[in-house]
């Protein structure tokens, strides 16, 4: 069984940072991409920022320029630096990995559980 487990939310007033943290643990062979993904009260969710094993990156428009993201591969770990925060990006934000539990089964999806970040204004 696979676990995606986040830290690192909480309450920060605009201008501010925080740095989300998440650890893949359980049976993994091997991890392909790691991302996070945010969804505010009545939005869809949407993609944060997303890096592959080899350490290409993806962020949203929204947060370009603000927000790094990074991984540790020998940890199974993958890290979101949030800076210039902004009351818009209060969101739940998802840890997700696309990986093999085992070198013949297929790539799938994982997701934690969220950790909630708010910015006040």
């Known amino acids: 069984q696979v676990q995606l487990v986040e830290s690192g939310g909480g309450l920060v007033q605009a201008g501010g940072s925080l740095r989300l943290s998440c650890a893949a643990s359980?049976?993994?062979?091997?991890?392909?991409?790691m991302g996070w993904y945010r969804q505010a009260p009545g939005k869809q969710r949407e993609l944060v920022a997303a890096?592959?094993?080899?350490?290409?990156?993806n962020y949203g428009d929204s947060v370009k320029g603000r927000f790094t993201i990074s991984r540790d591969n020998a940890k199974n770990s993958v890290y979101l630096q949030m800076n210039s925060l902004k009351p818009e990006d209060t969101a739940v934000y998802y840890c997700?990995?696309?990986?093999?539990?085992?070198?013949?089964?297929?790539?799938?999806?994982?997701w934690g559980q969220g950790t909630q970040v708010t910015v006040s204004s």
């Open positions: 997700a990995a696309e990986l093999w539990v085992n070198p013949s089964s297929p790539l799938n999806d994982y």
């Open positions: 890096i592959t094993s080899g350490g290409s990156t």
């Open positions: 359980g049976s993994i062979a091997s991890i392909n991409a």
